[in-house]
């Protein structure tokens, strides 16, 4: 979460108003447990507002209509280069949100598995190309970024090369904070077993027939 220059610490937090996505979002979630892990209540301690996309809540942070926000990457990146400074990363916290997933429904997965292998063996060579071709990924980020500044760029680049696993297995973990998170939602959630949500069986096999392993043994650029 980025703040302004008056906010030191998460203690400073207390009163201020922070921009999430929306209710009920993984923006909004994550920034729930990251003020309980600092012994803040949510809504009662922090005032937490729906704010829209991380460009307008950028926005909305720069322009001081409020006094944080949930924002990653780029934005991150740009909102420092402006004085604002990172009060609560989420990354060093032992909180574990899903992120970065691939949601399928079982019947579609039971009647085409060989589109959903092929699918995961095109999207683990596009984390390898990401992690290992750093100006292939440049040049992505900054068409779909439509940013041109080679130092936002870059910092961008390494916020998320470490985000990708290169053997991305779902986290049982993630989808139990997600679970907990849904209770008002769905009843009993956080009784349900993560296990039952996630299959590993297509990334498994790819791993094990060494599909991954020859993807990153092929030259690369740097």
Known sequence: MVTGPNIKSPADLKNKKIG?????????????EALRHYKL????????????????????????AI?????????????????FHVTIDLSQLPIYYPVNGVVASKKFLASNPESARNFLKSWVEG???YKTDKELSLKVLAKYLKLNDRDVL???????????????????????????????EIPNSAKLNAADFIDNTIITELEKTGFIDHLYNEPSKK
Do not use: N
Not at 67 to 83: F, I, N, R
């Open 154 to 184: 870059e910092k961008s680049y390494e916020i998320y090369r470490p985000v990708y696993k290169k053997v991305p297995y779902g986290d049982k973990r993630a989808v139990t904070f997600a679970l907990e998170q849904m209770t008002g």
């Open 67 to 83: 006094d944080g926000a949930m924002l990653s990457g780029d934005k991150k990146v740009q909102a420092e280069k402006m004085g």
């Open 41 to 64: 209540t949510p809504d009662k301690d922090v005032t937490i507002l729906q704010t829209g996309g991380e460009a307008t809540r950028f926005a909305a942070l720069t322009t001081g």
């Open 20 to 32: 999430v996505s929306r209710y009920g979002s993984l923006t909004d979630m994550a920034l729930r």
């Open 127 to 129: 984390i390898k190309a």
